[in-house]
């Protein structure tokens, strides 16, 4: 969905660097995901943010942090990567209301040497 | 939490067939139960989803239904096609300020 823009789409890096995975979105939601996609295992929330001063852990945030710069924007680092973080990265963004329909972006695709 | 079981984890059928992906949950206070579509190479996609007011939907060669009674949805796809080829998630959430806990996805083949 080209409303939800991810950046980078893919990135190669070295254990123990910091990197950052950006997350755009043009639908004027106000709710943010970040997602972990490993073979298998289907979609784990990292962390979330229903509004812009709202942050929330989701099942698997070891090892990560985010920022919400803005409505719009919803950062996701890695402050120290390791091997097994090697996965796809999706975020997503919804409504407020009632009923949870997400809409993702493209994924980054992570690989941490 | 929320617990969401997804069945088969992989599924072929021959172009024509229909197509049968089974959800089962475990909070009954859970009301929303979207299916999501996944490409190779690129984010889900929304194609159908179901409120807990509703025990039937359909879209075209899609249709979802729910069992509320023992907490389980089903997606059915008829006369499928080599585009239907994809990994289909259902999801499930509890009201508007709880997130969607998704299934472990079922990879569909569809051979012509």
């Known amino acids: 969905d080209a409303d939800v823009t991810q950046t980078p789409r893919n990135r190669i890096t070295k254990t123990g660097k910091r990197i950052m995975l950006e997350c755009s979105q043009t639908k004027g939601h106000d709710r943010m995901y970040w997602y972990r996609q490993d073979p298998g295992l289907g979609l784990q929330l990292i962390y979330y943010?229903?509004?812009?001063?709202?942050?929330n852990k989701g099942e698997i945030s070891d090892g990560y942090s985010v920022s919400r710069q803005a409505q719009a924007k919803f950062s996701l680092s890695l402050e120290s990567a390791i091997p097994n973080q090697t996965a796809l990265y999706f975020c997503?963004?919804?409504?407020?209301?009632?009923?949870?329909?997400?809409?993702f972006g493209p994924g980054t695709r992570l690989t941490v040497l | 939490g929320e617990n969401v079981e997804q069945h088969p984890s992989t599924l072929s059928v021959q172009e024509g067939d229909s197509a049968v992906i089974k959800c089962t949950y475990s909070d009954s206070a859970s009301n929303y139960f979207p299916w999501y579509k996944q490409e190779l190479g690129k984010g889900p996609q929304l194609i159908i989803d179901?409120?807990?007011?509703?025990g039937e939907k359909k879209d075209q060669r899609i249709a979802v239904t729910l069992n509320k009674t023992a907490k389980h949805f089903s997606l059915h796809i008829t006369e499928t096609q080599p585009e239907d080829s994809a990994v289909y998630f259902c999801a499930a959430s509890i009201g508007g300020y709880s997130t969607l806990t998704f299934g472990k996805g079922t990879m569909l083949l569809v051979s012509p």
């Open positions: 997503a963004t919804s409504a407020r209301g009632n009923y949870n329909e997400q809409f």
């Open positions: 179901i409120r807990s007011n509703v």
């Open positions: 943010s229903f509004d812009v001063k709202d942050i």
